[in-house]
């Protein structure tokens, strides 16, 4: 499922407004507040369970969202972007990080290391 379409579904359910400053990051106090405006879509894909799930070093969840071109459409300023990594703190608020493709192999990789080691 891509952001395009998530965000189509979430819209023709319930239409939820943010505000957004002259760099699109949400001004809106809440959950999403000082994310890019992409986040509550990338979330939603989320929740829908159409990511990639990893565990860490500690074993918490890390959830990764490829990016395809219909949400480079929708989202420009994900144009150089490969994947998102969506953190939901204890305390409801939403994170997100963007990665090359790059960046995003690395990390993966990184957490592969981990686990080889963690299974000694």
């Given at each position: 499922?891509?952001?395009?379409?998530?965000?189509?579904?979430?819209?023709?359910?319930?239409?939820?407004?943010?505000?957004?400053?002259?760099?699109?990051?949400?001004?809106t106090p809440g959950t999403f507040e000082g994310e890019p405006r992409y986040a509550p879509s990338i979330y939603r894909v989320i929740?829908?369970?159409?990511?990639?799930?990893i565990f860490g070093?500690?074993?918490?969840?890390?959830?990764?969202v490829m990016i395809t071109k219909e949400d480079r459409?929708?989202?420009?300023?994900?144009?150089?972007?490969?994947?998102v990594e969506i953190y939901i703190s204890k305390q409801?608020?939403?994170?997100?990080?963007?990665?090359?493709?790059?960046?995003?192999?690395?990390e993966i990789e990184a957490l592969e290391n981990i686990h080889k080691e963690q299974a000694r």
């Open positions: 499922m891509n952001l395009a379409r998530a965000l189509h579904k979430k819209r023709s359910k319930q239409m939820v407004v943010f505000d957004v400053d002259e760099n699109d990051v949400i001004t929740v829908n369970g159409f990511q990639e799930k070093k500690y074993g918490e969840r890390r959830d990764f459409k929708a989202f420009p300023e994900l144009c150089s972007v490969y994947a409801g608020f939403c994170y997100s990080a963007p990665y090359t493709e790059v960046e995003y192999r690395a």
